[in-house]
T-cell receptor, first 112, second 112 residues
Framework: QKEVEQNSGPLSVPEGAIASLNCTYSDRGSQSFFWYRQYSGKSPELIMSIYSNGDKEDGRFTAQLNKASQYVSLLIRDSQPSDSATYLC????????????FGTGTKLQVIP | SQTIHQWPATLVQPVGSPLSLECTVEGTSNPNLYWYRQAAGRGLQLLFYSVGIGQISSEVPQNLSASRPQDRQFILSSKKLLLSDSGFYLC???????????FGPGTRLTVL
């Protein structure tokens, strides 16, 4: 079992729709959860962090965390073509050097 | 990524040649620094991390090495490159007391 699992996609949504990206993780000791956006050929950019169960909203983005189910998701409302990218889920177990484990990413395509 | 610099941006090297990639960060003192590699179609693999000058920990055995000669400088090296060393090399930093990691722009290495 992979430590952090994501559906590779591509996930295609029409412009203006809600995109829902999902991620599961295996380590129950995980403490911090992140979503990164990576455009083709570019480095990952942190877009959301979440640390406790529930929802966290930032603009058009909402991160959801359910530690009991070991599940974290990212919702993008009013999707735009500029949201087309690969979204990486990342999980931090904490500890001395804060090791972060990344999923392989879900490719999102927003169709105009 | 504006406060993290990496060079070169792209590099094409023959098998067996040496390698030196440099990462420098601005602003903060004593950041935790990380080297990742992202191979085509694969997730981010942590290679090395450093909590301070001269302190390097390796995550995976390989023909790469890292050094941190100054607080804000992190170098990735190899004496002899392999074909399998091709990939997108990313430097990341984490501020003390925080969980988030931020990435530099990356170096795309092709070994021929």
């Amino acid at each position: 079992q992979k430590e952090v699992e994501q559906n590779s996609g591509p996930l295609s949504v029409p412009e203006g729709a809600i995109a829902s990206l999902n991620c599961t993780y295996s380590d129950r000791g995980s403490q911090s959860f992140f979503w990164y956006r990576q455009y083709s050929g570019k480095s990952p950019e942190l877009i959301m962090s979440i640390y406790s169960n529930g929802d966290k909203e930032d603009g058009r983005f909402t991160a959801q965390l359910n530690k009991a189910s070991q599940y974290v998701s990212l919702l993008i409302r009013d999707s735009q073509p500029s949201d087309s990218a690969t979204y990486l889920c990342a999980v931090n177990r904490g500890g001395g050097y804060q090791k972060v484990t990344f999923g392989t990413g879900t490719k999102l395509q927003v169709i105009p | 990524s504006q406060t993290i610099h990496q060079w070169p941006a792209t590099l094409v090297q023959p098998v067996g040649s040496p390698l030196s990639l440099e990462c420098t960060v601005e602003g903060t003192s004593n950041p935790n620094l990380y080297w990742y590699r992202q191979a085509a179609g694969r997730g981010l693999q942590l290679l090395f991390y450093s909590v301070g000058i001269g302190q390097i920990s390796s995550e995976v055995p390989q023909n790469l090495s890292a050094s941190r000669p100054q607080d804000r400088q992190f170098i990735l090296s190899s004496k002899k490159l392999l074909l399998s060393d091709s990939g997108f090399y990313l430097c990341a930093k984490r501020l003390a007391g925080e969980a988030e990691q931020f990435f530099g722009p990356g170096t795309r290495l092709t070994v021929l």
